[in-house]
């Protein structure tokens, strides 16, 4: 393992020598969000709520499922929720861009397609969050924001932060970058509104668990239930911020996974998942929206679903009417 991720959540002695680094990230994070604080950065409030669901942690902690809950759950309670997020790894020659169904992950990014087309909502992309929530308002009726991703993005102004946090990795040696996986001091998860934990949840936090669905195929077809994969070995590939994750996944549904790892939004090119065999190959559904263009009757993907305690969204919807209030 040489990735220096790997490293932050093995713990390793030698990244005591970035710590003089680390500390300084810390220092420059918390000064920067203090002049928001005291005004002297500015942040822009819009006409309608916002929800920003984030983490302070770098790589994949369920962000995007919870996105997708909370779309669907506030729209069976009445809001018109639209989405917003960075793009990131879009190459669009101009920002911010609408998201659709049928929009290019190499112009807008892949999660941000992987959202537009699972919701059905209005979503938006762009560096400036701002910018992407004014153009949803601008041209859909729209009456509340979600942000994927974004607690750091402190110019867009927030009504509620829900942060997730990995439930086994959880905040790895507590160090900031880059000697650790911390984008903010370990602190900062005591101020957000919500704390949703993927997996198990400590004291004050929500528990988040994904559910898999069946496999679906990136070509026209049928799903097929999980099981249907047991039979022999099938190629997984995960481009995802924790990759292991998803093949633990495969493992628990009876599966016998070969592994592929990917760095996360990594650009699939055509033919790099034809493997030179006839097993069946997995994937997870970001990685899906990217290879669409390539992808051959052996290709699936497993979506997967969030599910959360009632309590959690009753909560929520507290939240919402008391800032409404």
């Not at 960075?86 to 190499?106: C, F, H, I, L, N």
């Not at 153009?135 to 994927?148: G, K, M, P």
């Not at 932060?161 to 001091?185: F, H, Q, S």
């Given at each position: ?21 680390s500390l300084l990230f810390c220092l420059l ?203 022999g070995p099938v190629h997984a590939v995960a ?87």
């Amino acid at each position: 393992m040489s990735r220096i991720d790997e490293h932050w959540y093995r713990g390793s002695p030698w990244l005591l020598l970035l710590w003089p680094l680390s500390l300084l990230f810390c220092l420059l994070v918390m000064l920067r969000r203090l002049l928001f604080r005291i005004g002297v950065l500015h942040s822009e409030r819009l006409a309608v709520p916002v929800i920003v669901v984030g983490n302070i942690t770098v790589g994949g902690s369920g962000k995007t499922p919870l996105v997708l809950w909370l779309a669907e759950f506030l729209r069976r309670h009445g809001y018109r929720p639209g989405l917003i997020s960075r793009g990131y790894g879009g190459k669009a020659a101009s920002w911010p861009q609408a998201v659709a169904a049928d929009s290019d992950p190499r112009e807008v990014g892949d999660e941000a397609l992987l959202l537009a087309r699972r919701s059905g909502c209005p979503m938006a992309v762009g560096p400036d969050r701002v910018a992407a929530a004014r153009l949803l308002l601008e041209h859909y009726a729209v009456d509340l924001i979600i942000s994927d991703d974004g607690m750091q993005h402190y110019r867009l102004g927030r009504d509620i932060e829900i942060a997730v946090l990995d439930g086994e990795r959880r905040l790895a040696n507590r160090l900031c970058l880059p000697a650790g996986p911390l984008r903010e001091p370990p602190g900062r998860i005591r101020s957000v509104d919500f704390v949703v934990s993927n997996g198990s949840a400590g004291e004050g936090e929500w528990p988040m668990q994904l559910v898999a669905a069946d496999a679906l195929p990136l070509l026209a077809g049928p799903p097929r239930p999980p099981s249907d994969f047991a039979s022999g070995p099938v190629h997984a590939v995960a481009g995802i911020g924790n990759p292991a994750r998803f093949f633990a996944t495969l493992r628990a549904l009876g599966l016998e996974p070969i592994e592929h790892p990917f760095p996360d939004h990594h650009p699939f090119g055509k033919g790099e998942l034809d493997f030179n065999d006839t097993a069946p190959v997995l994937m997870t559904e970001k990685d899906a929206v990217k290879y669409l263009d390539y992808a051959g009757r052996r290709h699936w993907y497993l979506p997967v679903t969030a599910r959360l305690p009632d309590e959690f969204g009753n909560s929520l919807l507290a939240a919402l009417e008391k800032q409404n209030g």
